[in-house]
């Protein structure tokens, strides 16, 4: 296999890996699931800036994928923090939430396909208790933390 | 490429500026208080300015990824400026335990933008485009604690990331048509693709979609189609303070970008590359004016402004790739500086209205405006009317240069199709600055012919001095634009001397080893 048909097959993956997180960000509306689909999309990116690398003898493009990769760590911080602040606002992940901002008199967006939310579907997941029960100190619950 | 000390000499300003942002992030926890870290960082500012103004002794040194041109300089002293005036309009508008958060935030955007205009190298210049967008990001939600602006903060960091990946993959392809990240200079992505025309097909096949990704990428920081769409909502949500930074500096930062990309560093794809860039300024321009007939909220108002010159900064580019050294890159760079102007002007006289318990947002909030805050109403005026092009603000010699430009290309170029493309671009930019006077001035006349109102506005004396200096520099600028003009030309005719000088020596190349095969 010489040199063209091999990058060729890496340029294939990198676009394939590029346009399914093109279409998961454009489709998805959880924004968790969002950013993973456009971390998905840098991935893609990486891997033909080190083939381009490779075919070239070129040391410039994983030089570019060290770069991506930190600027993926730092932006992938800030939206931790971000979706972790917004979450403790809006209480839901659904980028469909946020839609106050919007062009005047038009109509917001309903889901109606969602089946609208019961307070029995708000349960949180809970752990089955096993083994023995620890003794609770009363003095210590006063100036405990509350998480 | 490589790293050496003379590069650390040469990157001082940047240096300086991100150095003492750190400083300002650690000192903030221990010594409270807006005006303290206000002046420090305009210190800062005028620390690097001077870096800046003595470097331009030695300017002919090359070394690493930095281009040394003269277009380089008149983007980072215009950071700086920018940054500057930024900053006392934050430190008197933010809140006041965030204030030294927000003004070194604020600083290591700046220096994003001031390395972003010297980058002349492709890893260089996508961190340095990051560099501006990631404070961005932390700016916007610092401005206010409700939910509009975690909506914007959102909507904005997801577009972002999504239009930075665009981008990225476009930065790929052009690294892999050419194999080497150097923008500018022997044995770089210019003379590679050069000399890429001679034998097309291969990997050469690449480059059009590489130029296509990287329009589009870059033109979310630009706000122009499409990618545009999020700037009504981002603005709408953010404090004005903050939609005045968005309307500014990432707007900067992508047109320098692209210039320095696509229109230095991308000779041979030319041909195509300008229908795309005028087709993209055409409808960019008519989507922005159109829609901004109607709004209501002035934010909203200013973004779709915002979105239509960037369409008029596109035909300057489109100019600039369809004939070489026909003044559409200094055309672009003075109406760059004019829009900067202007609308950091309107954006820091409607931040000096505001209180902390209420903003100027919606359009009648400025009726009888002239009676109760003269000084600000007559600053608002000057603005849009610059904004409008109307003579003799500055606003009006931008317009001037960029249809001129359209204008000579339609006249001087050898093709019929070029002639009458160009002459189209003309006459619908002429088109669009008639309708886009329309809301302008109706900003004026709410704030000159309606009743006055009861309302108890703010008193921020940063921003009232921001506000004043642009007001009194746009109209500084229309009277005498010939120094500004100078820059520009010079800034053009020097990031386009490397470009000659590189295709020299690839001539040179040529004839010798034409001359060794017999």
């Known amino acids: 296999m010489n040199e063209a048909s091999l990058l060729h097959n890496y340029l294939v993956v990198g676009s394939l890996l590029f346009g399914i997180g093109l279409i998961g960000f454009l489709v998805r509306r959880n924004m968790i699931v969002m950013f993973l689909c456009a971390e998905m999309m840098l991935q893609g990116i990486s891997l033909s800036a080190i083939a381009f690398g490779r075919y070239h003898n070129d040391w410039g493009g994983q030089m570019l994928v060290i770069f991506i990769i930190a600027v993926a760590a730092a932006e992938a911080g800030i939206a931790l923090a971000l979706i972790l602040m917004v979450f403790h606002k809006s209480g839901t992940l659904d980028m469909a939430f946020w839609q106050d901002l919007r062009e005047g008199g038009h109509p917001a967006f309903i889901d109606h396909r969602v089946p609208e939310e019961q307070a029995e579907d708000r349960v949180w997941p809970t752990l089955t208790p096993a083994g023995i029960e620890p003794e609770v100190n009363e003095d210590e619950q006063l100036h405990r933390s509350k998480v | ?518």
């Open chain 2, 1 to 518: 490429m490589y790293v050496d000390l003379d590069t650390i000499k040469l990157l001082w300003p940047e240096l300086v500026l991100v150095l003492l942002a750190t400083w300002i992030y650690i000192g903030g926890t221990i010594q409270q208080g807006r005006w303290w870290w206000g002046l420090f960082a305009l210190a800062a500012y005028g620390v690097s300015g001077h870096a800046v103004a003595v470097g331009i002794v030695e300017a002919n040194t090359v070394s690493g990824p930095l281009t040394p041109d003269s277009l380089g300089y008149v983007v980072r002293f215009t950071a700086i400026v920018l940054g500057a005036l930024f900053t006392l309009v934050l430190t008197a508008s933010a809140r006041k335990e965030l204030a030294s958060e927000t003004i070194a935030t604020l600083m290591l955007l700046i220096c994003g933008v001031m390395l972003v205009g010297r980058a002349n190298d492709l890893v260089f210049l996508f961190v340095s485009l990051e560099l501006v967008s990631i404070p961005t990001y932390v700016l916007l939600y610092l401005g206010r604690r409700d939910r509009a602006t975690s909506e914007a903060t959102v909507k904005y960091f997801f577009l972002s990331v999504l239009s930075s990946a665009v981008l990225l993959y476009g930065l790929t392809m052009l690294y892999g048509v050419a194999g080497t990240t150097t923008l500018v200079g022997p044995g770089s992505i210019q003379s590679e693709l050069q000399s890429l025309s001679v034998d097309a097909g291969g990997l050469g096949s690449l480059t059009p979609v590489a130029l296509v990704l990287i329009i589009a990428g870059l033109g979310f920081k630009m706000a122009a189609v499409p990618f545009h769409f999020y700037a009504p909502d981002v603005y709408q949500g953010a404090t004005n303070a903050n939609a005045g930074l968005l309307a500014v500096v990432p707007k900067v930062a992508g047109v320098i970008a692209l210039i320095r990309v696509a229109v230095i560093a991308m000779p041979n794809v030319a041909e195509f590359a300008w229908h795309v860039t005028l087709v993209l300024a055409l409808v960019t321009m008519t989507i922005g004016n159109v829609c901004a007939l109607w709004q209501q909220n002035l934010r909203r108002l200013m973004a779709y402004s915002s979105i239509a010159h960037a369409g008029y900064m596109l035909i300057g580019v489109a100019v600039a790739m369809a004939m070489e050294a026909s003044g559409g890159i200094s055309g672009t760079l003075f109406y760059l500086l004019v829009y900067a102007f202007g609308s950091l002007g309107m954006f820091a006289a409607l931040a000096s209205l505001g209180s902390d318990e209420q903003e100027v947002s919606r359009l009648e909030q400025l009726s009888g405006l002239a009676r109760s805050r003269p000084f600000v109403a007559g600053a608002i005026a000057v603005c849009m009317f610059s904004l409008a092009g109307i003579p003799p603000l500055a606003g009006f010699w931008g317009k001037f240069t960029l249809f001129t430009g359209a204008v000579r290309v339609a006249t001087d170029s050898g093709g019929q199709a070029t002639s009458v493309w160009f002459a189209v671009l003309a006459v619908g930019g002429a088109i669009n600055a008639a309708i886009a006077a329309v809301y302008y001035l109706r900003v004026v006349a709410v704030m000159y012919f309606q009743p006055s109102r009861e309302a108890n506005f703010g008193t921020n004396v940063g921003a009232r001095v921001v506000m004043l200096f642009a007001a009194v520099l746009v109209v500084a600028l229309g009277i005498f634009p010939r120094s500004i003009f100078n820059a520009t030309e010079h800034a053009e005719s020097s990031a386009l001397r490397e470009k000659v000088a590189a295709q020299t020596i690839q001539r040179l190349e040529a004839i010798a080893t034409s001359q060794q095969v017999p």
